[in-house]
Nanobody, 128 residues
Framework: QVQLIESGGGLVQAGGSLRLSCASS????????MGWFRQAPGKERDFVCA????????HYADSVKGRFTISRDNAKNTVYLQMNSLRPEDTAVYYC?????????????????????WGQGTQVTVSS
């Protein structure tokens, strides 16, 4: 079993930055691929980005490419999401997720159905 706890959300002005953290406990963190998803009110959950078990491969949604960076520290059992140049449309609850399968196949990496564990979410609000 894996427990994921997100932190770092909050209110920020457009153009500002936030860094989200997701701490993992339980199953060996370094064996997991990790992803971030987000869900705005009244909308479906969307893929944001993902990172493979070693940190050697990453993938981003087009909407955040060049502004967001995902990273991980396996020694600290933590994955991070650095968000820069934030926009009002980035406002959402952000969820951290983990998947046991390590195969790096982009269509599956982007699918929330492929993830086995989820955090409780952290709210990010970007004001205009």
């Amino acid at each position: 079993q894996v427990q994921l706890i997100e932190s770092g959300g909050g209110l920020v002005q457009a153009g500002g930055s936030l860094r989200l953290s997701c701490a993992s406990s339980g199953r060996t963190f370094s064996s997991l691929s990790m992803g971030w998803f987000r869900q705005a009110p009244g909308k479906e959950r969307d893929f944001v980005c993902a990172i493979n078990w070693s940190g050697g491969a990453t993938h981003y949604a087009d909407s955040v490419k060049g502004r967001f960076t995902i990273s991980r520290d396996n020694a600290k059992n933590t994955v991070y999401l650095q968000m820069n140049s934030l926009r009002p449309e980035d406002t959402a609850v952000y969820y951290c997720a983990a998947r046991r399968i390590t195969t790096w196949y982009i269509p599956r990496v982007r699918s929330g159905n492929e993830y086995d564990y989820w955090g409780q979410g952290t709210q990010v609000t970007v004001s205009s």
